[in-house]
């Protein structure tokens, strides 16, 4: 193995399982994602470092390959369940507290080790949380890269406060023409937007077969997400999302459903247990099928690519709705009406919360969400699990909490 | 009683007897949560703006029920203050996302789980920027403009540009007085401890802003007289976020450290820089508030980083110490970078982490003791 193929091997060998995959969809998605940016390492192209609230659109116009390090440090976890505990267990030793949020510190520690290709850019919004903000500082201050932060008001309105998202958005768009050293093709964006917005139809679509009762397909429609991380605005990326939706209805008009008696519907307002990804699978053994969840949750508008303008202030909008992104810029509400909306919608009897350690904004919601949720007689269940670290809370320890919850919603 | 005597009672009790009297002259005090809140704007409205602190809380039972175990233990106090009815002096409350911690707890004041003294009782979350740039300071002005009229439309009052200058001259010498202290502190025999200068920033957000001036002016003529502190075994610089409880610097200072100068928002954060005087007050106080030396909330590091190293300078530091409630993950990333920066430089530095009430003394006293023992002055 050479030098350049011994880094990342991890991420590699995933590649390398992924690679011969021709039929559109998510693995190929992942594919073309992993081949991009190992093309990018070998060839010295600059990388771009996306979090994971920052979807791709002005990058596929630039032609600048995104890395958004949460994905990097997810996927690897599909391969092995330990993969990120060496990097988190490095940032911990040079002194980052351990509540940090294991992704960021796994980012962190990928870094020191040299275990994530350096950036060349980072942009990132203000939002969701602490932990963002400051280990993207961290991040500048380890790899020197240039990095601009979308600077999102606490409080959304239709005018000063969008007028100033928007100028931030613009301003990222400077920012990475200089470092990128391109000038954005506003013919091209246009048409990127619109690949976007075919592609966003797709998603919604799938969104809305996934509240059909008993349900099609378990789990949330995850394809639109990886997408807008790695390839929105790509005809790849719409062929990607086309295919997940063909899929979707194939299974609705033959009458399949996700299993054989649905008993109980789950919303899984947030991400999922990045190691564990049977979790899912077990509880519709159960018989609990997941209708909804953070992952795939998304409500946006089509961006009016009629003018420059109206094409940058639709992507700046969009840009705030972003799965987390959405829920996490501002007071509790945004959250907490969100899961409401998914539970109506998604005809949910319950939901479940993976309470990663990391997550204080949306712990943070949680009191006042159970005493409305209590109001409203929906059963919540949230219980302490990393989604990146196995070690503080096995798969065996999550099953013996999600089991006797589900088996009293199902007995009632 | 002298006035360094009356200027470190208040930091002992949540309200004081200036705060009594006030009340008792119909005064309005309005509560904020952090640093970012501009006072002169509350002062200019007539009110006493009162800087919140969980101080005399013993549990947090109440608080526990809207935050959660991964909340820090100051907003956990200070929410079952709240829910017990201890802060009844206020008339309102502003806040902002300083962090993810004091907006859910701002969160639960606005879903009505507090009692509150009054209906309508003021509540506000400032849309504070994170960028430090231009354009951040110019929605800032807004920002604060929107803020003025809404406690304008509240309470019924006008607050004329005027008087903001005259709260921006009142609240600006508050700052050079605090800085004339610190000034004092450079000293090879520094007259006031570090938890003597705490209590002192901490009055300074608890009393009407005059009476604090005045106190301040009487207790530096005072400490002229007053005999330095040099039997110490090293200088220290204290960092990090919210720290309250002066007792805790003391413990630091029982075992032969001087704190000498400080990072902390009850500390230079809140008084370091001034506002113009001459300028359109709401400007002003937009660029001051923005610009100023920034807490980790702000994207703001390396400039942070350099204010450190001078301070180190300026006060002849022998060693930094960073406090950290658990949980902080603004101060853990933030401490982290301190701490690398400080090993290039050779800067002894340690990071202390703690819980709101003082809890695991013992361990902390050996890890300073160890930690005086490496500087070896």
Same mark, same amino acid.
């Given at each position: 193995?050479?030098?350049?193929?011994?880094?990342?091997?991890?991420?590699?060998?995933?590649?390398?399982?992924?690679?011969?995959?021709?039929?559109?969809?998510?693995?190929?998605?992942?594919?073309?994602?992993?081949?991009?940016?190992?093309?990018?390492?070998?060839?010295?192209?600059?990388?771009?470092?996306?979090?994971?609230?920052?979807?791709?659109?002005?990058?596929?116009?630039?032609?600048?390959?995104?890395?958004? /390090?949460?994905?990097?440090?997810?996927?690897?976890?599909?391969?092995?369940?330990?993969?990120?505990?060496?990097?988190?267990?490095?940032?911990?030793?040079?002194?980052?507290?351990?509540?940090?949020?294991?992704?960021?510190?796994?980012?962190?520690?990928?870094?020191?080790?040299?275990?994530?290709?350096?950036?060349?850019?980072?942009?990132?919004?203000?939002? /969701?949380?602490?932990?963002?903000?400051?280990?993207?500082?961290?991040?500048?201050?380890?790899?020197?890269?240039?990095?601009?932060?979308?600077?999102? /008001?606490?409080?959304?309105?239709?005018?000063?406060?969008?007028?100033?998202?928007?100028?931030?958005?613009?301003?990222?768009?400077?920012?990475?023409?200089?470092?990128?050293?391109?000038?954005?093709?506003?013919?091209?964006?246009?048409?990127?937007?619109?690949?976007?917005?075919?592609?966003?139809?797709?998603?919604?679509?799938?969104?809305?077969?996934?509240?059909?009762?008993?349900?099609?397909?378990?789990?949330?429609?995850?394809?639109?997400?990886?997408?807008?991380?790695?390839?929105?605005?790509? /005809?790849?990326?719409?062929?990607?999302?086309?295919?997940?939706?063909?899929?979707?209805?194939?299974?609705?008009?033959?009458?399949?459903?996700?299993?054989?008696?649905?008993?109980?519907?789950?919303?899984?307002?947030?991400?999922?247990?990045?190691?564990?990804?049977?979790?899912?699978?077990?509880?519709?053994?159960?018989?609990?099928?997941?209708?909804?969840?953070?992952?795939?949750?998304?409500?946006?508008?089509?961006?009016?690519?009629?003018?420059?303008?109206?094409?940058?202030?639709?992507?700046?909008?969009?840009?705030?709705?972003?799965?987390?992104?959405?829920?996490?810029?501002?007071?509790?509400?945004?959250?907490?009406?969100?899961?409401?909306?998914?539970?109506?919608?998604?005809?949910?009897?319950?939901?479940?919360?993976?309470?990663?350690?990391?997550?204080?904004?949306?712990?943070?919601?949680?009191?006042?969400?159970?005493?409305?949720?209590?109001?409203?007689?929906?059963?919540?269940?949230?219980?302490?699990?990393?989604?990146?670290?196995?070690?503080?809370?096995?798969?065996?320890?999550?099953?013996?909490?999600?089991?006797?919850?589900?088996?009293?919603?199902?007995?009632? | 009683?002298?006035?360094?005597?009356?200027?470190?009672?208040?930091?002992?009790?949540?309200?004081?007897?200036?705060?009594?009297?006030?009340?008792?002259?119909?005064?309005?005090?309005?509560?904020?949560?952090?640093?970012?809140?501009?006072?002169?704007?509350?002062?200019?409205?007539?009110?006493?703006?009162?800087?919140?602190?969980?101080?005399?809380?013993?549990?947090?039972?109440?608080?526990?029920? *809207?935050?959660?175990?991964?909340?820090?233990?100051?907003?956990?106090?200070?929410?079952?203050?709240?829910?017990?009815?201890?802060?009844?002096?206020?008339?309102?409350?502003?806040?902002?996302?300083?962090?993810?911690?004091?907006?859910?707890?701002?969160?639960?004041?606005?879903?009505?789980?507090?009692?509150?003294?009054?209906?309508?009782?003021?509540?506000?979350?400032?849309?504070?920027?994170?960028?430090?740039?231009?354009?951040?300071?110019?929605?800032?002005?807004?920002?604060?403009?929107?803020?003025?009229?809404?406690?304008?439309?509240?309470?019924?009052?006008?607050?004329?540009?005027?008087?903001?200058?005259?709260?921006?001259?009142?609240?600006?010498?508050?700052?050079?007085?605090?800085?004339?202290?610190?000034?004092?502190?450079?000293?090879?025999?520094?007259?006031?401890?570090?938890?003597?200068?705490?209590?002192?920033?901490?009055?300074?957000?608890?009393?009407?802003?005059?009476?604090?001036?005045?106190?301040?002016?009487?207790?530096?003529?005072?400490?002229?007289?007053?005999?330095?502190?040099?039997?110490?075994?090293?200088?220290?610089?204290?960092?990090?976020?919210?720290?309250?409880?002066?007792?805790?610097?003391?413990?630091?200072?029982?075992?032969?450290?001087?704190?000498?100068?400080?990072?902390?928002?009850?500390?230079?954060?809140?008084?370091?820089?001034?506002?113009?005087?001459?300028?359109?007050?709401?400007?002003?106080?937009?660029?001051?508030?923005?610009?100023?030396?920034?807490?980790?909330?702000?994207?703001?590091?390396?400039?942070?980083?350099?204010?450190?190293?001078?301070?180190?300078?300026?006060?002849?530091?022998?060693?930094?110490?960073?406090?950290?409630?658990?949980?902080?993950?603004?101060?853990?990333?933030?401490?982290?970078?301190?701490?690398?920066?400080?090993?290039?430089?050779?800067?002894?530095?340690?990071?202390?982490?703690?819980? *709101?009430?003082?809890?695991?003394?013992?361990?902390?006293?050996?890890?300073?003791?160890?930690?005086?023992?490496?500087?070896?002055?």
């Amino acid at each position: 193995m050479t030098e350049k193929a011994e880094k990342y091997k991890l991420h590699r060998g995933l590649y390398d399982l992924l690679k011969g995959i021709t039929q559109p969809g998510m693995m190929k998605m992942m594919a073309d994602w992993l081949g991009a940016v190992f093309s990018a390492v070998d060839e010295g192209k600059p990388i771009l470092f996306n979090q994971f609230t920052v979807f791709s659109e002005l990058m596929v116009a630039l032609d600048i390959v995104p890395l958004p /390090p949460e994905l990097w440090q997810s996927s690897q976890l599909n391969v092995d369940a330990n993969a990120c505990c060496e990097s988190i267990d490095a940032a911990e030793e040079a002194g980052i507290h351990p509540e940090l949020c294991s992704a960021n510190k796994a980012i962190i520690g990928d870094i020191m080790l040299d275990k994530i290709p350096p950036p060349s850019m980072v942009v990132l919004p203000t939002f /969701p949380c602490d932990n963002s903000k400051i280990t993207y500082q961290a991040v500048a201050h380890l790899t020197g890269a240039p990095t601009y932060f979308l600077d999102c /008001p606490y409080w959304m309105d239709e005018g000063e406060a969008m007028d100033y998202w928007v100028n931030q958005y613009k301003g990222l768009i400077s920012f990475l023409e200089k470092h990128s050293e391109k000038k954005l093709d506003y013919d091209r964006l246009k048409e990127v937007a619109e690949e976007s917005n075919r592609c966003l139809d797709y998603w919604l679509e799938g969104l809305e077969l996934l509240k059909l009762k008993p349900l099609p397909l378990n789990g949330p429609f995850a394809s639109g997400y990886l997408a807008g991380l790695t390839a929105l605005g790509t /005809p790849a990326a719409t062929e990607a999302v086309k295919a997940s939706l063909d899929e979707l209805r194939s299974r609705v008009d033959k009458g399949e459903t996700a299993v054989p008696e649905e008993k109980t519907r789950v919303i899984w307002f947030y991400y999922p247990v990045f190691w564990d990804a049977g979790l899912g699978d077990w509880m519709a053994q159960m018989g609990a099928v997941t209708a909804s969840g953070l992952v795939g949750y998304f409500n946006v508008e089509p961006i009016d690519t009629s003018t420059p303008e109206s094409t940058i202030r639709g992507l700046a909008r969009r840009a705030l709705d972003t799965p987390m992104g959405r829920q996490g810029r501002g007071a509790s509400d945004l959250w907490i009406d969100d899961c409401l909306r998914a539970v109506e919608e998604w005809k949910g009897d319950c939901v479940i919360l993976a309470g990663h350690p990391g997550c204080k904004w949306l712990m943070g919601c949680y009191g006042l969400f159970r005493d409305i949720a209590r109001e409203r007689g929906i059963p919540v269940l949230l219980w302490d699990v990393d989604l990146f670290d196995p070690r503080p809370c096995s798969g065996e320890e999550s099953r013996a909490r999600i089991e006797p919850f589900l088996n009293t919603i199902m007995a009632r | 009683m002298t006035a360094l005597e009356e200027l470190t009672k208040p930091a002992d009790t949540l309200t004081n007897p200036h705060i009594e009297r006030w009340k008792e002259k119909d005064g309005k005090v309005i509560g904020y949560y952090c640093t970012y809140v501009p006072e002169e704007i509350i002062h200019a409205a007539g009110m006493l703006p009162y800087r919140m602190r969980a101080t005399g809380s013993t549990n947090s039972e109440l608080g526990d029920l *809207y935050a959660s175990h991964l909340t820090c233990t100051f907003c956990r106090h200070s929410l079952d203050q709240a829910m017990r009815g201890e802060y009844k002096f206020l008339d309102g409350l502003v806040a902002l996302f300083s962090c993810d911690h004091i907006r859910r707890m701002f969160d639960a004041w606005r879903y009505g789980k507090i009692d509150l003294p009054h209906s309508p009782f003021y509540l506000r979350c400032l849309s504070v920027p994170f960028k430090v740039d231009a354009p951040a300071v110019e929605w800032m002005a807004g920002e604060l403009d929107r803020f003025r009229r809404s406690l304008e439309d509240h309470f019924q009052v006008t607050i004329t540009n005027e008087a903001l200058r005259q709260s921006i001259k009142t609240c600006n010498e508050k700052r050079r007085l605090l800085r004339s202290l610190y000034e004092l502190r450079k000293k090879e025999a520094p007259p006031v401890t570090g938890a003597e200068a705490l209590a002192i920033v901490i009055a300074g957000s608890s009393m009407p802003v005059e009476e604090f001036n005045q106190l301040l002016k009487q207790m530096l003529g005072e400490l002229e007289g007053r005999d330095g502190f040099s039997d110490y075994r090293a200088r220290l610089l204290l960092a990090g976020g919210e720290l309250e409880n002066p007792a805790y610097i003391r413990l630091i200072e029982e075992l032969g450290g001087l704190v000498v100068t400080d990072f902390l928002c009850f500390g230079v954060r809140d008084f370091w820089d001034l506002v113009e005087e001459d300028s359109e007050p709401i400007a002003a106080l937009a660029k001051r508030y923005i610009q100023r030396v920034s807490c980790p909330r702000m994207i703001d590091h390396p400039r942070r980083d350099k204010f450190v190293r001078d301070l180190v300078k300026e006060f002849k530091v022998d060693g930094v110490i960073i406090q950290r409630l658990k949980f902080c993950d603004n101060w853990g990333c933030e401490g982290t970078m301190t701490q690398w920066e400080a090993k290039k430089d050779g800067i002894p530095c340690m990071m202390l982490e703690r819980e *709101y009430l003082m809890s695991a003394v013992g361990q902390m006293r050996t890890r300073v003791q160890a930690f005086l023992e490496t500087i070896r002055r």
